[in-house]
């Protein structure tokens, strides 16, 4: 990690020397909210919000204690991480800042974006997306391979040592080892290739964090997460982000609207990470012309 003007902005402004240490060595890092800053009140309201999209997309009422209230099926295979499931054990709720300011207020989190300037580049940080993870008891969580990946797999090797896209998962409700929280491969970042198999699996620990934490790490990380054996729910925030370099999982650059990127505390700050001002991609003609003279 370079140590640009702004990073050791970022350490003097929140002193954040011990996680920036431990996203050095370890590439993960838990951020407690004393020191995130962001209020668990705002956590609670949060939470309350999730319930009622995840009861409006389901069509079952969700409590913190005990999940869902009705059993629920997938109408259709799922993809990515969750194909083979045999039956739901979460789903993603998408595109949350379109939804309400507090998920912009928490996209822009000055620690969250502190950490993963350092990680990407002050500079060169985007938004990818903003994703809620609704998970809730289940044996088979992600099959025996816990879903162990690196973020930023699709991107080619070799991989450096900036981070082409790095991760925030807030924790709104307590991460423990049964209650199917993150897993990791402590030091796998320094590897520079996507997840390896058994390796992965028999090295991952699991990331243990209290209710309102923010886990931070590098898209080389190795990671997944293990099943949740305990009832009740496990909600999580994933806000990802990436290089200028890199696609947006989420078109937010082209397609988010104006007014939602004015609604939050730091409007600035919340374009900027769009991409708003990002000469590329173009949507019209960027270049000047030279005309005759009339
Ligand atoms: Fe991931």
């Known amino acids: 990690m370079s140590v640009s ?25 838990v951020v407690p909210p004393e020191v995130h800053g962001f209020p668990l009140e705002a956590i609670d309201q949060i939470v309350e919000l999730l319930l ?11 409590s913190l204690d005990q999940g869902p209230e009705r059993p629920l099926y997938f109408a259709e295979e799922p993809s990515g991480l969750t194909k083979g499931a045999r039956e739901p054990g979460q789903f993603l709720i998408q595109q949350l800042a379109h939804k309400h300011r507090l998920f912009r207020d928490l996209a822009i989190n000055p620690v969250a974006v502190g950490l993963m ?7 060169e940080v985007r938004f990818s997306s903003h994703n809620s993870f609704i998970k809730w008891q289940g044996d088979f969580g992600y099959g025996p391979s816990l879903g162990m990946h690196a973020d930023q797999t699709a991107q080619p090797l070799p991989w450096g040592r900036t981070a082409l896209t790095s ?42 964090a209290a209710k309102g934490s923010m886990i931070a790490f590098h898209g080389a990380t190795w990671h997944g997460a293990f099943p949740k054996k305990t009832p009740g729910l496990r909600l999580s925030i994933a806000n990802y982000y990436r290089h200028q370099s890199v696609t947006s999982q989420e078109d937010l650059s082209g397609s988010f609207p104006c007014d939602l990127a004015e609604d939050c505390h730091d409007a600035a700050l919340f374009k900027t990470l769009c991409g708003f001002n990002d000469i590329f991609p173009y949507k019209q003609q960027s270049e000047k012309v030279p005309r005759i003279s009339s």
Not at 5 to 19: M, Q
């Open 52 to 62: 009622d999209y995840a009861e409006a997309m389901t069509g079952s009422s969700f």
């Open 117 to 123: 300037g350092c990680l990407i580049g002050h500079k």
């Open 5 to 29: 003007s702004r990073t050791s902005e970022v350490i003097k402004n929140y002193a954040l020397e011990k996680y920036l240490l431990e996203l050095e060595v370890n590439g993960l890092t």
């Open 167 to 208: 991760n925030t998962n807030w924790c709104l409700t307590e991460y423990s080892s049964g209650g199917g929280c993150l897993a990791y491969v402590p030091g796998s970042h320094r590897y520079g290739t996507p997840a390896q198999f058994p390796r992965a699996v028999k090295q991952a620990v699991p990331v243990e």
